[in-house]
């Protein structure tokens, strides 16, 4: 059956009244981690290989108010087991919860105080340390450690300013390197690396508002000069409301650009969702029905079909099960986000709560190599009418059932209208259920640390570090490094532009050719398939010292230089800085004839294009001689022997 409602494109997001808040952590690069010696970095995979994990499964969650956490309780009944790998470079005993937690880590705090200062936040007296529970297992110990450091102030914005509601410092979570459906494994490395949370009020009214407030907080973030770069080290979550709804959590939104996205994708899945509601409760459905809905076995039906999957699936012991959804017929194909249905939801809840890979449903059918009598003999067994919709799932009998008990769960939320979640960004903007929200109260204090006395020294500190704004930086980068405004700007928005300054300062290279490199020339190099982000800081330490012992280098050099140091990670310095001479002294007379041979290759295309021919035959040459000879001397011969050429041609 096709979709029964079609969600309304544009959506007017004042009229639903959404209101969006922002969580933003960024990690710090402190010398050290948040609670113990131990630098902040994360090691390779082949490290982590050559490790034995420690096993440990989930604690028993403690209850002090009686109440049963959904969250915890959802983790808890899937009965994982936690491998944790803890690498010597980056982790010691803090991190496996064997040795109490050190005094928190000064210049963390320091750069949370500064952007207090910057947003005219309220900073506290005394900084308590706290014990966040988590029950995922990315932590030992089973709580994360937080501390606000601020509450209060705003952040401008000409949509409307937008209030912080805190600033606090927290220890990062252990980095989830696999997962099944018996175990997770997580590396320690990422454990204890220096968070700065900055939580904003549900005062953002529009897709792009939060993209700019989201923007401005990570700038503001990075010009303290004490943050982290690249993928990973700066992660945005948010949560959204529309009138009506609950209040909807979204973890995980990497990029900046992502979030009007995923903004846009949930507001249309809360209206879907609702109009999922009134629709169903117009048809009469209810949750006793629901309930009342037996699960049938349909092996024999299904094993008629001509699916492959679900018949070696059969083969090898799976069962087929499935239930009437009474009057949900077209609803399971509702589309409430790009490419995911009503039915797409129904399929993420069995996935958590009851590890299957996947659903079937009858908006989807005739399809997947089920055919018409198949579907007629489902029909005829669950005794589906014009009305209802039906679900199977093919799998272990205890998981199959289960999941289809959870189905009718969500079923039955859906005529409540929206329920509260958790969800995870996907990549494409769309989300994912992930899991209910925890509960509020999952804090106490903890007892292993001191609380801080926030004192003038550490406030005159944290003033030393109050970062300015974007127009003092970029005019700061124009009359300091003489750039151009509009490569001064790029630079300032870029994640390289302390490492820029770094860089400059250490090695005293030309700033402006310095600075191509992390603004024009990132695109040409991500063609030239070097990608500029997967460079460690000493990589770029390495090409810096190279630039400065070839004292003048042009675009040319610079993009040849940061290829081999990306393709060749063996290669020194010196054996760079020699290969780079020798490319520059490569033989003009030779160089010359292979201009003249390419001319007279292509010497049709060249009399037909004329002075045009010239990026033609420039690129031909360069194909062949980049890495030992520059562009500008190719192009200054180009230039020469396409004259002549044209000037023979014409008599
Ligand atoms: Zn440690």
């Known amino acids: 059956m096709k979709a029964v409602i079609s969600i309304p494109k544009n959506i007017n997001y004042s009229e639903v009244g959404l209101k969006v808040g922002l969580e933003i952590h960024q990690q710090l690069n402190t010398r050290n981690k948040l609670f113990c010696n131990c630098p902040p970095s994360l090691v390779s995979d082949d490290i982590l290989s050559h490790l034995i994990p420690y096993e440990r499964f989930l604690r028993a969650t403690r209850s002090e108010l009686g109440d049963v956490d959904a969250a915890a309780s959802f983790e808890f009944q899937r009965k994982r087991l936690f491998k944790y790998l803890s690498p010597s470079a980056a982790s010691c005993l803090v991190e496996l919860d064997e040795e109490p937690p050190h005094l928190l880590n000064e210049d963390a705090l320091v750069t949370a105080l500064a952007i207090a200062l910057a947003i005219g936040s309220f900073i506290v007296d005394e900084v308590h340390v706290m014990r966040k529970i988590v029950i995922d297992g990315s932590n030992t110990t089973g709580f994360q450690r937080t501390a606000i450091v601020a509450l209060g102030g705003h952040i401008t914005d000409y949509d409307g300013d937008v209030g912080i509601q805190s600033i606090a410092v927290e220890e990062d979570a252990a980095r989830k390197i696999g997962e099944d459906i018996t175990s997770v494994s997580y590396s320690l490395d990422r454990l204890g690396i220096p968070l700065i949370e900055i939580s904003t009020a549900p005062d953002i009214s529009t897709p792009s508002q939060a993209r700019r407030v989201a923007e401005k907080i990570g700038l503001m973030l990075r010009f303290t000069g004490r943050t982290k770069r690249g993928i990973g080290t700066i992660r945005q979550d948010l949560n959204l409301s529309i009138k009506g709804s609950p209040k909807i959590e979204i973890k995980g939104v990497q990029k900046l650009e992502l979030i009007p996205r995923v903004i846009e994708e949930e507001v249309r899945r809360l209206v879907g969702l609702t109009m999922i509601k009134d629709l169903l409760i117009e048809r009469g459905a209810s949750n006793e029905e629901i309930k009342a809905q037996h699960i049938v076995e349909v092996t024999d039906i299904l094993s008629k079909s001509s699916s492959k999957l679900i018949l070696n699936a059969i083969r090898e012991g799976s069962k087929a099960y499935a239930v009437k959804l009474p009057k949900f017929a077209g609803v399971l194909g509702i589309e409430l986000q790009t490419d995911r249905r009503f039915g797409t939801e129904l399929a993420d809840y069995a996935r958590q709560w009851a590890g299957v890979k996947g659903i079937i449903h009858s908006d989807e059918l005739p399809g997947y190599g089920i055919d018409e009598n198949v579907v007629s003999a489902l029909r005829s067994i669950l005794e589906v009418s014009d009305l209802d919709a039906f679900v199977i799932v093919v799998d272990k009998p205890e998981k199959a059932k289960r ?39 999952r804090m106490y204090p903890e007892t292993d640390i001191p609380p801080i006395r926030i004192t003038s020294e550490l406030i005159e500190e944290a003033k030393k570090l109050i970062p300015p704004t974007v127009e003092e930086k970029v005019n700061y980068f124009v009359k300091v490094y003489n750039l151009s405004s509009e490569l001064a700007k790029q630079l300032v928005y870029s994640e390289y532009m302390a490492l820029f300054e770094q860089l400059v300062s250490t090695y005293g290279v030309n700033p402006r050719i310095l600075a191509t490199l992390f603004t024009s020339l990132y695109g040409e190099l991500k063609k030239n398939g070097v990608d500029m982000d997967l460079l460690s800081d000493n990589s770029y330490h390495k090409i810096a010292a190279i630039v400065k012992s070839l004292g003048d280098v042009g675009k040319e050099d610079l993009i040849a230089i940061t290829e081999i140091v990306y393709k060749y990670p063996q290669l020194s310095i010196e054996e760079i800085v020699s290969k780079m001479k020798s490319r520059r002294s490569v033989d003009i007379g030779k160089l010359r004839e292979l201009v003249r041979s390419k001319i007279m290759e292509f010497s049709d295309e060249v009399k037909k294009r004329r002075e045009k021919a010239f990026q033609f035959i420039m690129g031909k040459v360069m194909n062949e001689v980049r890495g030992y000879a520059d562009g500008k001397t190719v192009a200054n011969i180009v230039k020469e022997e396409l004259e002549s050429f044209l000037r023979n041609a014409k008599t």
């Open 403 to 441: 999941a289809l008990e959870v189905i009718k769960d969500r079923c039955i939320m859906a005529i409540a209208g929206i329920p509260k979640e958790t969800r995870a960004a996907n990549e494409d903007g769309t989300t994912r259920y992930m899991r209910p929200q925890p509960g509020a109260a």
